[in-house]
């Protein structure tokens, strides 16, 4: 999961995102406007993220939901053939995980056995050129 945060931190719209909530609190849709993404996009990175505590609403009995940043910093470090991966929170708590190459061939078969090999992809036709 953590590496799940830290890939997501890594994809720019994602941190289109993050930057436009960094000091303001802003609903979906003035995020889309900020960041110039669509409204729908906004709306499932949003999800996303808050599925993975990146993010939280304001308040969230209002009508219209405010999203905040939960993170201050993430840092993915390569030491020794050492993955590292450091998180930030800005509620102060901090996790980090280290794993190395054998760590990380177990997760990966791990993964790919479960999502790729169990043969369900998606039966929507291909809409590469």
């Known amino acids: 999961m953590y590496f799940d945060v830290a890939q997501l931190a890594c994809n720019i719209d994602s941190r289109k995102i993050?930057?436009?909530i960094e000091s303001t609190p802003r609903s979906a849709r003035e995020i889309a406007a900020v960041?110039?993404?669509?409204?729908?996009?906004t709306y499932r990175m949003v999800k996303e993220m808050e599925q993975m505590n990146i993010l939280?609403?304001?308040d969230p009995d209002?009508?219209?939901?405010?999203?905040v940043s939960n993170l201050r910093s993430v840092e993915l470090s390569l030491e020794d053939d050492r993955l590292g991966l450091t998180i930030n929170f800005r509620d102060g708590t901090r996790t980090e995980l280290?794993?190395?190459?054998e760590d990380m061939e177990r997760s990966a078969r791990g993964h790919y056995s479960q999502d790729l090999?169990?043969?369900?992809?998606?039966?929507?036709?291909s809409t590469a050129a």
Request: proline share 3%.
């Open 18 to 20: 993050l930057s436009s």
């Open 35 to 41: 960041t110039n993404l669509s409204v729908s996009r």
């Open 56 to 58: 939280s609403r304001t």
């Open 62 to 67: 209002s009508r219209v939901t405010y999203y």
């Open 98 to 101: 280290k794993m190395d190459a």
């Open 117 to 125: 090999l169990a043969d369900e992809g998606s039966r929507e036709p």
